[in-house]
């Protein structure tokens, strides 16, 4: 499959920080791929890298085998960008946000309009087409950022914590557009916060910290390579402590839990865990990427 995104010891320092590190990967057209890591990870310094909207500082970058210093007009005219921010123009409507877009890449005002009526249908806008940027919810305003990053028939999409402060429903509607885009054959990058977003969505995706990648891979085989397929979770007690040591059994702290991942066989070791660690509280569930990232960080995402 053709590469779309390709980096190599791509590197990026503001003054003396580093904020993204040597990192090195390869965007396949057609999959959704992720950056997921905590704040300040180097996430939106990547997409930025990317976007042409800021230089790198060392490394090798190619973009449909552009290079973002040589050709940004070539990359630009081909990507569409869904910032973090909500940045909608409040003095124009719905359309006239679109229409605004369409007059920056040149779009012929005939086919423009269409355009715009076919992109505010496929985010579910249509009969707010002549509302003010006020009058809509959190989600609308993120539907139509998604609308106006695609005014252009982008081959790359580029999203920025698409779906930040949105409620599970108004979540669910843009995972599905996501979805139908990458049927359509778009290719798209993201970064997120969220872990049930990076699971369901991405075909593949990195863990970002402090400016590096800690792993890459299809969500499913990084939960199943890195811990397993369950957790077991106990209360964080010195009796548990001394008990998981004794019986050589590894684990994580978290909180105030206690972690053990393991495989098929959890339900056994829960059982001898209930009878041996003296704890009321032995509870088992599927591994997620959270607990990949707490096993690789000794942290959990939010922290
Ligand atoms: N313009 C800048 N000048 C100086 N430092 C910056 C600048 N932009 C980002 N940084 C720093 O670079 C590091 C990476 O930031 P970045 O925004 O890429 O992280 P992120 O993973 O996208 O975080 P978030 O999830 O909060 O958006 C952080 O330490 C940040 O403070």
């Not at 077991?232 to 004794?246: F, R, S, W």
């Not at 088992?284 to 000794?298: I, N």
């Amino acid at each position: 499959m053709t590469a779309i995104i390709e980096a190599d010891e791509l590197t990026k320092t503001y003054n003396d920080m580093v904020a993204v590190s040597h990192i090195r990967f390869s965007v396949k057209k057609g999959e959704i791929f992720g950056f997921l890591g905590p704040n300040g990870a180097g996430k939106t310094t990547t997409m930025r890298m990317i976007e042409c909207v800021s230089p790198r500082t060392s490394g090798t970058l190619r973009v449909f085998g552009m290079d973002p210093e040589v050709n940004p007009a070539g990359i630009k005219q081909r990507i569409g960008v869904v910032p973090q921010e909500t940045n909608l123009d409040p003095d124009f409507t719905c359309a006239g946000n679109l229409l605004v877009y369409a007059r920056y890449f040149d779009i012929p005002s005939a086919e423009a309009q269409i355009r715009v009526k076919n992109l505010l249908e496929f985010v579910a806008l249509t009969e707010k087409r002549d509302t003010a940027i006020d009058k809509l919810s959190g989600g609308m305003k993120r539907r139509l950022i998604l609308a106006r990053a695609l005014i252009n028939n982008p081959d790359l999409l580029i999203l920025d914590e698409p779906t930040i402060g949105l409620d599970p429903q108004a979540r669910h509607l843009i995972w599905e557009r996501l979805r139908l885009l990458r049927a359509q054959g778009n290719t798209i990058l993201m970064t997120t916060h969220y872990l049930d977003e990076a699971a369901r969505l991405c075909d593949r995706l990195v863990i970002m910290d402090h400016g590096t990648f800690l792993v890459e891979g299809a969500p499913a085989d990084l939960v199943r390579e890195q811990v397993g397929s369950e957790i077991i979770e106990m209360d964080n007690t010195p009796e548990v402590i001394a008990c998981l040591d004794e019986l050589g059994v590894t684990f994580e702290v978290a909180g105030d839990q206690v972690q053990v991942a393991t495989d098929a066989s959890s339900r056994e070791l829960a059982k001898i865990l209930l009878d041996r660690c003296k704890t009321s509280r032995v509870s088992t569930r599927p591994a997620t990427l959270e607990d990949v990232f707490l096993k690789l960080t000794g942290r959990t995402l939010r922290e």
